[in-house]
C-alpha cells in the first residue's frame, strides 16, 4: 500500500476572498501543514484556485475540509492516487498569483501542456501524472 498520495482541486473563488483572506489561508498552511507532513502549492487568480497537496492518504480528509471553506465554490477534485516521490517536498505552501490579462508559460510550454492547463482551470478532471507535471513547470522545478 502506497504511503504517499497526491491531490489536485480547482476552486471558484468567491468576490469577498480579498488579499488579506489569501494570507490567512497561507500562514493557516504555514501553521498546520507541517505536523501533518503535507506540502504542496496553491495557485490563485482573481477568481480561481488551484491547489496540489502532497502526503498520506489522509490529505483526502483534509481535502474533505478545504471544501467546506466559504472563501470558495464549485470546488472540484481533478486528481487524487499515489505518488512515488514528493514533487515540493520543502514546501508546506507555495503559491503564485496568476495574472488576470493573460497566463504565460515562463518555462517550455508544448500545446498539449496549454490543453491540460486550460481544462484544469475549466475544473475538467486530469489524469494525476499531467496536472503534476505541468504544476512542476510553473515552479520551474522540473
Not at 483526502?60 to 466559504?70: A, G, Q, S, T
Request: with cysteine.
Amino acid at each position: 500500500m502506497p504511503n504517499l498520495y497526491q491531490l489536485v482541486y480547482t476552486s471558484v473563488r468567491k468576490p469577498n476572498c480579498d488579499e488579506n483572506e489569501i494570507v490567512k489561508i497561507l500562514d493557516s498552511c504555514k501553521r498546520n501543514n507541517p505536523p501533518q507532513d503535507v506540502t504542496g502549492i496553491l495557485l490563485h487568480s482573481d477568481d480561481l484556485f488551484i491547489q496540489y497537496l502532497e502526503g498520506d492518504k489522509n490529505i483526502i480528509k483534509l481535502y474533505d475540509m478545504i471544501k467546506d471553506d466559504p472563501r470558495h465554490k464549485r470546488v472540484v477534485l481533478l486528481s487524487y492516487g499515489p505518488l512515488q516521490e514528493r514533487v515540493f517536498p520543502s514546501w508546506h505552501m507555495g503559491y503564485k498569483n496568476l495574472p488576470k490579462e493573460r497566463i504565460d508559460f515562463l518555462t517550455e510550454g508544448n500545446d498539449n501542456d496549454k490543453n491540460i492547463f486550460q481544462s484544469i482551470i475549466k475544473g475538467e478532471q486530469q489524469s494525476g501524472v499531467g496536472a503534476v507535471n505541468l504544476l512542476v513547470k510553473f515552479f520551474n522545478k522540473g
